[in-house]
């Protein structure tokens, strides 16, 4: 029996039907377990009574080794997390734009190949690679130009450095692709109205193109708060409250990389409430963009 044309072509139909919702089913699935795993682990100790949930937010001492008491305080590492994240993006955020602008604008052939080709590479660079950069080049860089007894090279500004040159290629590439989805229209509207075009570049381009420049930051601020090696490799790992920029810092991420090893108990499952920490911050951080994209676009409506 031979099948038509017609059935065949719902045959495939169905088939790439059942495909796209069994991998949409399986990724949701482990999505939601991942984040009940997570939630069910990080809540244990406040539930049982082991760890206070005041003391474990509001408290910088995290010491659970201590034959005294333990103390398990994770404010510290959350404002470090915090610190790091927007000094690098405030680092990263005008050079990528304006690196951006120029490769949309301004570089042109062969030359913008180059250097979009570039940009892909170092998105493309392990973390670790990264981390080594910064522990021996950009480590005594800082020792050698800072003459200070407490500045050894691994601390916030070189966690900061790091960091602002691995989201610089998120930035670039998103920032890039939403300026090229601007309609040349707009442009060749302004500059017929005798905009300049550092005007037209300013007042036209950047706010067309503001939400996938804000996508790309948020992006960028999810890796930068992610980030575990490269900043394991730069920080320090202090679990002490940070003094100066040359202190050595300890984030989340790198808590839970630290202790994970050797933890057991209710050092165990305050690691797993870090996560939670962690987990949360990056969902409220997806939220604000969220928010604000459709605020925006709301706005636009009007």
Known sequence: ????????????????????????????????????????????????????????????????????QKSYGVLSFIINSALTTF??????LP?????AIYLSEKAKGAYQKILQT???LLAGIPSV?????????????????VKREDNLGYN??????????????TIISVSYTALKAVPKSYKLTSLALAATDWQTTYKVMIPSAGRGILAGVILAVGRAIGETIAVLMVGGGSPLFIKNIFSPIRTLTINIAIDMGYASGTHREALFSTAL????????????????????????IK
């Open 1 to 68: 029996m031979k099948l038509t044309l017609r059935t065949k072509r719902n045959i495939v139909k169905l088939a790439f039907n059942c495909f796209i919702f069994a991998s949409t089913t399986i990724s949701t699935l482990a999505i939601l377990l991942l984040v009940l795993f997570v939630i069910k682990n990080g809540l244990t100790p406040f539930i049982h009574n082991r760890i206070k949930i005041c003391n474990f937010l509001f408290s910088t001492n995290w010491n659970p080794t201590s034959r005294l």
């Open 118 to 120: 570039t940009i892909e």
């Open 95 to 99: 050079i990528g734009l304006g690196f």
């Open 156 to 169: 916030l500004i070189n966690s900061v450095i790091v960091l602002s040159i691995m989201i610089l290629p």
């Open 277 to 300: 920490v962690l987990l949360l911050l990056v969902i409220i951080t997806n939220s604000i963009k969220h928010f604000i994209l459709s605020s925006s676009k709301r706005l636009k």
């Open 87 to 92: 000094l690098s993006v405030s680092i990263a």
């Open 129 to 145: 690679v990264y981390g080594f950069f910064g522990s021996t080049f950009i480590a005594s860089l800082i020792k050698n130009i």
